[in-house]
């Protein structure tokens, strides 16, 4: 038996929807234990694409447990929304294949607002952070504030007026100072009322069914969203996410204790991407950048928005492996690289005459870092779709080696496409 932690160790986006679903061919229990609806994650099934947001990725997988962990921000509309579309492209959903921790904070349409509304502020000195505009700051301040509402509210009408009442009155003094409309408390508990039951249907003390299935052997598969790059501690701060997306928040998250993870597993694109804004010190502006755009479709899941690309920055990499313990990645999107020249590696930063080997905290430090590249020399087959490493051209595998030993971990599955099955199995992360 072993259980297996998934995150992303760049800006989000490395393709972890993918190689959660592959995995959780051998999982029971799919479990989210962070971040919300601002995730975006894309499977591909024999040519039919799955687009999820706060359904953990093994719900297309019959026969398994997906679970939304008390480390979610949850949209409850959102979430109705997104059980109804995944139901029409024929997947089944039901009370006993998805579970829902009562201690799950609930994201309202007023954290929305909020969001958008100081994006829409922002100039200066308050920098737009380029969130999703989905509520997940606002919703994880009022987690932390002690004002939130929770799953398990629903389901007593005077405990969800009580609830409602303490949250409107920050929030209408907020809203005030932005210069936004009192909120309706009426229309408000209304439309609580209204989906409460659609949510309770899902409600479970997650703790219990995760300490449960571990006593009774299953294997847990955790699903990460965003990448620890956008983690509220170790990102680029105040560029980040109001979240711990790190491993270590894995057990926190749905309630079981950190001696469950058995195996982190890093999910690494090939080059890097970000969406939003903050400092990408291997950001390209030229055509080698636009080449990655097109060729990798990088556009973001959730907004639309075009995902800024750049070479792959090992130094960045080898500080996540670090940040969350990952033993082994998952390299996605090697396909993207076929017919480049040459290749750039960053491998440190040259920081005012100084060489360092991570990226500093300092914002004013990490603007004046300039990456210290490595070239490697590219190929020009195409390695779409390759099942196995003898069907790589071998300044590929060059490549691959060469980020192993650069991040100073090894890779454990290799992907080559959108498809589910275009995957290489180097190590098995359930594997004892
Ligand atoms: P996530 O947020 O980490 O789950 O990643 P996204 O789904 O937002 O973005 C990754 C995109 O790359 C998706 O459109 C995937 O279908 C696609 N993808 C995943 N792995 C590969 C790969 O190995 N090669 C290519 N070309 N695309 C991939
Ligand atoms: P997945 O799971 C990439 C980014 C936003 C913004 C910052 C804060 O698909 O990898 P937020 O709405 O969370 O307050 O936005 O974080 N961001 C992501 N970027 N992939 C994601 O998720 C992201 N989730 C949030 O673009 O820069
Ligand atoms: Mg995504």
Request: charged content about 25%.
């Amino acid at each position: 038996m072993a259980n297996v932690v998934v995150v992303g160790a760049q800006w989000g986006d490395e393709g972890k929807g993918k190689i959660v679903d592959w995995l959780s061919e051998r999982a029971d229990v799919i479990a989210r234990f962070q971040g919300g609806h601002n995730a975006g994650h894309t499977l591909v099934i024999s040519g039919k694409v799955y687009k999820l947001n706060a359904l953990p990725s093994g719900v297309v997988r019959g026969g398994k447990l997906s679970v939304i962990g008390n480390g979610v921000v949850l949209d409850p509309w959102h979430l109705v929304k997104e059980i109804a579309s995944i139901r029409e492209q024929g997947v089944e959903i039901t009370p006993e294949t998805l579970m829902i921790a009562e201690n799950t904070p609930l994201i309202m349409p007023y954290h929305g607002e909020l969001d958008r509304a100081r994006e829409a502020q922002a100039t200066g000195s308050k920098a737009k952070i380029g969130t999703t505009g989905r509520g997940i700051g606002p919703c994880y301040e009022d987690k932390v504030g002690r004002r939130v509402i929770r799953v398990a509210d629903l389901a007593d009408a005077a405990t969800l007026e009580l609830r409602v009442e303490r949250a409107l009155v920050h929030h209408n003094a907020l809203r005030a100072g932005l210069g936004l409309e009192p909120i309706d408390t009426d229309a408000l508990l209304a439309q609580l009322k209204e989906i409460a039951p659609e949510i309770l249907q899902y409600a479970a003390p997650v703790w219990k069914v995760m300490n449960e299935a571990r006593r009774a052997g299953k294997r847990i598969l955790f699903e990460g969203a965003q990448g620890s790059l956008l983690d509220i501690d170790f990102g680029t701060y105040p560029f980040v996410t109001s979240s711990n997306v790190i491993a270590g928040q894995a057990a926190t998250g749905v309630g079981l204790g950190p001696n469950a993870i058995d195996f982190v597993l890093g999910i690494v694109k090939a080059y890097t991407t970000r969406v939003g804004e903050g400092p990408f010190p291997t950001e390209l502006h030229d055509a080698d950048g636009e080449r990655l755009g097109t060729r990798g479709h990088e556009f973001g899941t959730v907004t639309g928005r075009k995902r800024r690309c750049g070479w792959f920055d090992a130094a960045l990499v080898r500080q996540t492996c670090a940040i969350s313990g990952i033993n082994g990645i998952a390299l996605t999107k090697l396909d993207v690289l076929d017919g480049f020249d040459t290749l750039k590696i960053c491998v440190g930063y040259d920081l005012d005459g100084k060489r360092l080997d991570y990226l500093p905290t300092a914002a004013d430090q990490q603007a004046r870092c300039v990456p210290v590249y490595e070239e490697i020399e590219g190929w020009q087959e195409s390695t779409e779709g390759a099942r196995s490493w003898a069907e790589l051209p071998a300044a590929a595998i060059k490549y691959v080696r060469r980020i192993e030993e650069l991040i100073q971990c090894p890779v454990a599955l290799l992907s080559t496409s959108p498809e589910r099955d275009d995957t290489i199995l180097v190590t098995d992360p359930f594997a004892d």
